[in-house]
């Protein structure tokens, strides 16, 4: 492969340890143990890649039209993939109501590059009538994400179905987006 390659072989270097392990080999090599043998390393490898690799609180504001900043509890954390990617995920209990016939918001924790893109999944769980409301998290702004359940016609959950958000209900989120700003 190096030689294809015109002799540069990339390579993980495994923090610690010594080893470098070549994505090509997965490829390549026909010896099966040494692959299972090496994944660890591999997957050890790919954790050092984030710039903090640590998981960050985010504490993002929830809204539905004009109740904004919707108290809440549960968590929301973040954490730096690489330098403009951020993976965000949360789990969201609300202890206030929103208002009905308007979309849901959840800031997100750190600016994103651009909006309207599909960024991720989750449900909204509907505590008072025991549903659970499973779609996308897609970009409202660049610091916005809105929540669209599955066979909407591209309608934001709180206007379609016209339903408000109630203490209990819980949004259940994971995205990753390119951010623009750097770790």
Known sequence: MADAMNGFVPTINVTGSGTAISPWAWVIDEDWANEVAALPAAVAALANIAPDGIWEAANSTVDQGASTNIAHTGYDAFVWVAPYTVAYNFRIVLSAAGT????????????????ELVIGHGQIRDVSTSQIYVGLWVGYSTSTI??????????????????????????????????????
Do not use: C, H, K, M
């Open 100 to 115: 009905a016939a308007s979309g849901v918001s959840v800031d997100l924790p750190q600016p994103a590059a651009q909006a």
């Open 146 to 183: 809105r929540f669209y359940p599955g066979g909407s016609t591209y309608t934001e959950w709180g206007a379609n179905p016209n339903l408000a958000l109630a203490s209990g209900d819980i949004l259940i989120g994971s995205v990753i987006y390119e951010s623009s700003a750097a770790s």
